[in-house]
Nanobody
């Protein structure tokens, strides 16, 4: 069992930056692939960025060059650095942990990011 707690969301002006954190507890963090997803009102949840247990990363086209995902296995934490934020980045952002080997997936409770002037 893995518990995920996101933090770092808030209100920011267009062009600004935020860093989201997701702290994991309850299992061996380093074996999990981690991801950040987002869900805007009236839209489906979509993947934003992902980082494997081996630290390979992937990004949605809409955030490439602006967002950076990273992980610190010593702190059991995954981060999402978001720069050059746009109003269309407004959404609830969710942290996800996935293990293909264990065939399990966990979600955090989400953190709101609002980009508005």
């Amino acid at each position: 069992q893995v518990q995920l707690v996101e933090s770092g969301g808030g209100l920011v002006q267009p062009g600004g930056s935020l860093r989201l954190s997701c702290a994991a507890s309850g299992s061996i963090f380093s074996i999990y692939d981690m991801g950040w997803y987002r869900q805007a009102p009236g839209k489906q949840r979509e993947v934003v960025a992902a980082i494997t247990s081996g630290a390979s990363t992937n990004y949605a086209d809409s955030v490439k060059g602006r967002f950076t995902i990273s992980r610190d296995n010593a702190k059991n934490t995954v981060y999402l650095q978001m720069n050059s934020l746009k109003p269309e980045d407004t959404a609830v952002y969710y942290c996800n942990a996935y293990s293909d080997y264990l065939d399990v997936m966990y979600w955090g409770q989400g953190t709101q990011v609002t980009v508005s002037s």
